[in-house]
């Protein structure tokens, strides 16, 4: 999986709780994205970074917050987990997001259940 | 705004036969398109991608994908089938100039021996 890992890979929490999921990429590549796959849905992106304390909002941003202190890490973080954040969470890197040519490379995904 | 469509949940196909996955997109300017397969618990593998040139594009495993402008078509094609093909296909098109993606609701494809 192109030198990423993410870490936990499977998580059970109870509502109401924090969450951090953690994204680690070997790459070096600027770019690093979340994800969320839901049955139905497609995968939805949720925040993405372009460097070093770089982030933004994605389409289902709500609920979730990012951190990416260096290059490698790029952390998501549900500040008070809730049912229907009940989905498998996939990072991506790209080398350079901005360069049209470039695609992404996933993680093996972590599933998370909220109970 | 950018958007994809997969209009067939799944598709099925005997091994051996010729097999399609269809994507219809909408966008803005220049598409770029891009194909993904998923193996059960497994991340996204890219397959291939279409930025400009070439209308038939190659990819991996034997795959290539037909970009049809006129139509705004990007279907995925493959000859040959192989039960081992048998995956979730997603369909993708750039958004904005940070690269983020757009993916389809995805196409699970079953091939039988």
């Known amino acids: 999986d192109a030198g990423i890992t993410q870490s936990p890979r499977h998580k059970v929490t109870e509502t109401g709780t924090p969450v951090t999921l953690r994204c680690h990429q070997t790459?070096?590549?600027?770019?690093m994205y979340w994800y969320r796959q839901d049955p139905g849905h497609g995968l939805r992106l949720i925040h993405y970074?372009?460097?070093?304390?770089?982030?933004d909002k994605g389409e289902v941003s709500d609920g979730y917050s990012v951190s990416r202190s260096k290059t490698e890490d790029f952390l998501l973080t549900l500040e008070s987990a809730t049912s229907s954040q009940t989905s498998v969470y996939f990072c991506?890197?790209?080398?350079?997001?901005?360069?049209?040519?470039?695609?992404?490379?996933f993680g093996p995904g972590t599933r998370l259940t909220v109970l | 705004a950018q958007s994809v469509a997969q209009p067939e949940d799944q598709v099925n196909v005997a091994e051996g036969n010729p097999l399609t996955v269809k994507c219809t997109y909408s966008?803005?300017?220049?598409?770029?398109l891009f194909w993904y397969v998923q193996y059960p618990n497994r991340g996204l593998q890219f397959l291939l991608k279409?930025?400009?040139?070439?209308?038939l594009v190659k990819g991996s495993y034997g795959f290539e994908a037909e970009f049809n402008k006129s139509q705004t078509s990007f279907h995925l094609k493959k000859p040959s089938a192989l039960v081992s093909d048998s995956a979730l296909y997603f369909c993708?098109?750039?958004?904005?100039?940070?690269?983020?993606?757009?993916f389809g609701k995805g196409t699970k494809l079953s091939v039988k021996p």
């Open positions: 991506a890197i790209s080398e350079s997001g901005g360069r049209v040519s470039n695609e992404q490379f």
């Open positions: 790459e070096n590549h600027r770019y």
């Open positions: 970074s372009y460097g070093v304390k770089d982030t």
């Open positions: 966008v803005s300017g220049n598409p770029y």
């Open positions: 279409y930025i400009t040139g070439d209308n």
């Open positions: 993708a098109v750039r958004d904005g100039s940070q690269g983020n993606l757009i």
